[in-house]
């Protein structure tokens, strides 16, 4: 820590790392570099393998293959504890620490100062007050963690992890929950251990504080290291463009056509200042027969918070919604439902898949809740949905009595679009719906959704490739920052531009 | 993949597979097997030791034995656990059960009163209200029990054994305050019937489990209430989105507990003809918890079994008997049914299998 000087050597290097789980191959190739004395960004979509990489490198899962060099010595750290000890640390998003505790024991929780009977709380408080007045942090160590705000929480995480070990901090999207003036804290402490030779690694999805803060720039895609960049000699447009991926391909006539035709269908479905306080400011889109509209933006751009507020997951608390010439503002997802919208959550574990029901259940739920519960459909007929829908889809499952949890994240991801395609939607709102399945599944998931386009479905599709939204978008509209920022047709896509909208360059 | 022509949005039909026929390892692996095993032992148990156990007799048109008293005695506790099975399936727990009982017996005890007047030199009975009222009126302050749960459980979001230990306390409280701590005591015979009545030469509280039972196990047969119940219970968040109405369902199972334990009340109120604010139900909640929990239903909640909970009952009344007719004094029966329930609750745990099998 005495040399502020940057080392020649990094002090953490992963190299051809691989991970693969059931279904899904998570890091191929992946590597990082980390030089002591420097904030170095990992960057990337959703999916792209982030977490996945931290984990190997915190010892939460083990990798199939690749090397981890700590001080230029190979490590293999087998737990979180381990990865400690070597001198790696790390917060996490959530704070994960004792709130009804003090501060100055949630430091030093585990490790308590020791003197010949019990514990030295004297020194215990002193060399608390020691390390916060580092981080330039100056309060009552005494008091419960949970007086302080969620900043300070992270500041009391962050000496924890300082004391414990001091060569590599990892900070796993450590500002999600904190507002701006609380960021810049943050970053005044980053700034102060960069000083003092700490290697930090830091991982977000804002554009704005990865180059606030960042020396350097890791940028992720499909689970591989897409390159490593210094902050300065990387434009945002071209981040976006090398986290988002390859040009699109040229598109077919076929769908051109369809493009231009959907456009003059009636409306199925539009919006007027449809918004929601804190989630989305108002948002005016249309949405014709047969259309199918790619949502695109990045994270927490609003996209599935617009896709939440059209299915009445939440409820908006200005605008309307018109339906088929209907209007209304939906209250519950039952009233989106009986108007014929169908949503495919992004979060297929938690909002999706119910685990241990089986297939057929599963597959059936929302037909089943369409009709109401006393109108139960008959045994055979279920049987006969999901048998039908299990072909068509080309599921792969033992049987429709299966528990959906049994099976890969494609397949139970096709499960779900079938539970929606059973209640005959006239318009599916699919959020990420090929997020961490295996690329074959993916392919077959998006010719189902074009093809039920052509038969006059509407689709509101929202995903983070943008390579795959403009592949199969009549149309296009772009947020950024909790709004609409840009609408674009067919053929008038340029992805460039588009690129430009989504980085807030320009435009 | 070639999309079928005629209807958009449906796939054309296939046939359905038939499902798989049981064979023997599969009958073990039933879900009800260990249940079953559990009461089996017990009554092998009392096949040896209790001389006379499964003796049946007729006396005066009424079916009498060890047997028949055993399911007679567990009526309350199976209704009981019938409510409970449902708020568990949908990942609740409702502990004042017991405090229902009371308030119900105490409603119906001190509406009906009664005294027997020699008319004419016949004795007739008179209650104090109408027994049908009160009845009503008993099962109706059980209901308002079971929908304030709900309301706190379904619409403040409260943790479910944080919102019922409100009434667990306040509706046992507010028995003993209606009844100024003391026993009542009712005299009006015809109440008697429901509690120790017979119809057919069974139990009349049997009638009334049976019934329902019959009524649940229809709705779950004829309606979507058990995939509603399990959806919302394995992941209330999914459900929701897929158009399950959650709040309404997690209001009903309450209510319908709630009912049910008014019905058992009446049953205890009627069979010691009286209301004992102070007793009556002490702790059935928990027996109820444990009846459910043995019939191998998660109190994770989503799976569950109606049959197995009722058969949890019987397995701890069972045991309560097989105690009592051993000879086994009375004080050491709490330890003894620990001892059985901590075994049984072994054979379920996940955790317990693996040690058992690192070993092996």
Redesign the interface.
């Known amino acids: 820590m005495e040399q502020p000087v940057k080392a020649a050597r990094p002090v953490l290097e992963l190299n051809g790392i691989h991970k693969a789980f059931p279904g899904v191959k998570a890091l191929a190739d992946a590597g990082l570099r980390l030089y002591p004395g420097e904030v170095h960004t990992l960057m990337g979509q959703n999916g792209a393998g982030k977490s996945t990489l931290i984990k190997v490198l915190t010892g939460v899962y083990t990798p199939d293959a690749g090397t981890i060099l700590l001080d230029g010595r190979p490590v293999s750290p087998a737990s979180t504890l381990e990865a400690q000890q070597l001198g790696i640390s790390t917060v996490y998003q959530e704070v994960n620490l004792c709130p009804n505790l003090s501060v100055a024991e949630n430091i030093f929780i585990g490790r308590y100062p020791r003197k010949l009977f019990g514990i030295d709380w004297q020194a215990m408080r002193r060399d608390a007050e020691v390390l916060l007045r580092q981080l330039e942090i100056d309060i009552d160590v005494t008091a419960p963690l949970s007086r302080y705000p969620l900043a300070i929480q992270q500041m009391v995480a962050i000496s924890r992890a300082l004391n414990i070990s001091a060569k590599v901090l990892i900070l796993d999207e450590p500002t999600s929950s904190l507002d701006e003036a609380e960021v810049q804290l943050l970053f005044r402490v980053l700034r102060r251990l960069r000083e003092q030779g700490m290697a930090i690694l830091f991982v977000t999805h804002f554009l704005e504080q990865t180059y606030a803060i960042s020396d350097r720039i890791t940028v992720m895609r499909n689970g591989e290291r897409e390159g490593e960049y210094a902050c300065s000699e990387l434009s945002r447009l071209a981040l976006v463009n090398k986290m988002v991926g390859a040009p699109a391909t040229p598109e077919p006539a076929e769908a051109a056509q369809h493009a231009a035709r959907v456009l003059h269908n009636e409306p199925l479905l539009t919006t007027r200042g449809l918004a929601r306080k804190g989630v989305l400011t108002p948002v005016d889109i249309t949405i014709h027969k047969g259309e199918l509209l790619g949502l695109a933006g990045l994270l927490g751009s609003g996209r599935t918070e617009l896709a939440r507020l059209l ?1 009445g ?1 939440d409820k908006a608390d200005a605008g309307a919604i018109t339906v088929d010439g209907k209007e209304s503002v939906f209250g ?3 009233e989106a ?1 009986a108007a014929g919208i169908a ?1 495919c ?1 992004e979060d297929r574990k ?8 089986s297939v057929r ?1 599963n597959l059936i ?2 037909l ?4 109401g ?5 008959p045994l ?1 007929r279920q ?2 949905l999901a ?3 299990v ?4 599921i792969k499952t033992a ?3 299966t528990p959906i949890g049994t099976l890969s994240g494609g397949n139970q991801q096709k499960v779900l679009l079938a ?1 929606w ?2 209640t ?2 006239k318009l599916l709102i699919l959020d990420e719906p090929t997020r961490g399945i295996d690329v074959r599944a993916k392919q ?1 998931i998006m ?2 959704v074009t ?2 386009c052509r ?3 509407s689709i509101l599709f929202i995903s983070s490739e943008l390579p795959e939204v403009l592949r199969c978008s009549d149309r296009m509209v772009v947020m950024r920052d909790r709004k609409a920022c840009g609408e674009y047709l067919r053929g008038q896509l340029d992805e460039q531009s588009v690129l430009q909208v989504i980085a807030g360059e320009g435009a | 993949m070639t999309l079928p022509q005629s209807r958009p949005l449906t796939p054309e039909p296939v046939a359905a597979t038939p499902a798989p026929r049981p064979t023997a390892v599969a009958l073990l692996r039933h879900e009800l097997a260990k249940p079953l095993l559990a009461l089996a032992a017990l009554l092998v148990l009392d096949f040896i030791f209790v001389p006379g156990f499964f003796t049946l007799q007729v006396r005066d048109g009424h079916l009498y034995g060890p047997l028949i008293d055993i399911v007679n005695r567990a009526a309350p506790l199976m209704l009981a656990a019938l409510g409970m099975t449902l708020v568990i399936a949908t990942r609740g727990i409702d502990i004042s059960v017991g405090a229902v009982v009371a308030l119900s017996g105490t409603m119906a005890a001190m509406l009906i009163g009664g005294t027997m007047v020699i008319h004419n030199g016949v004795p007739e009975y008179v209650a104090k209200t109408p027994m049908a009222l009160a009845l009503a009126a008993a099962l109706g302050a059980a209901v308002l029990c079971g929908a304030w749960n709900g309301l706190l459980v379904a619409g403040l979001k409260l943790q479910p054994i944080v919102a019922t230990l409100i009434l667990m306390v306040a509706g046992r409280g507010l028995a003993q305050l209606l009844t100024d701590g003391q026993i009542v005591t009712v005299y009006y015979q015809p109440f008697f019937f429901l509690g120790s009545g017979y119809l057919l030469g069974i139990p009349f509280a049997l009638w009334v489990v049976a019934a329902v039972l019959l009524v649940v196990a229809l709705l779950l047969k004829k309606t979507a209430l058990g995939l509603f119940i399990q959806a919302v219970g394995i992941n209330p968040v999914a459900a929701r989105l897929a158009g399950v109405r959650t709040a309404a369902l997690i209001f009903f199972v309450y209510v319908f507990c709630s009912a049910c334990a008014g019905l058992a009340g009446l049953m205890i109120a009627s069979n010691i003809k009286s209301a004992d604010a102070n007793n009556a139900g002490l702790l059935l909640e928990l027996d109820a918890i444990l009846a459910v929990t043995l019939g191998g239903t998660s109190l994770a909640g989503g799976k569950f079994s109606l049959a197995g909970s009722m058969i949890g009952a019987l397995i701890i009344q069972t045991l309560t008997y097989t105690i009592y007719s051993l000879g086994v004094p009375p004080e050491v029966n709490m330890v003894v049914k620990s001892i059985v329930v901590f075994a049984v609750c072994l054979s379920q745990s996940a955790g317990f299998k693996k040690m058992w099998k690192g070993r092996a």
């Open positions: 299915f997951a519950t997802p039952r439902i949503f959550s938690h909002e999706g898949a119910i685990l241990s029901l259940e739920l929302a089943q809740a369409k009709a519960m006393l109108r139960a459909i055979k049987q006969q048998t039908d829908y072909k068509w889809l080309g049987s429709i009595e539970r395609l059973a005959e939607p077959e010719d189902y093809n039920l038969k006059g479905l």
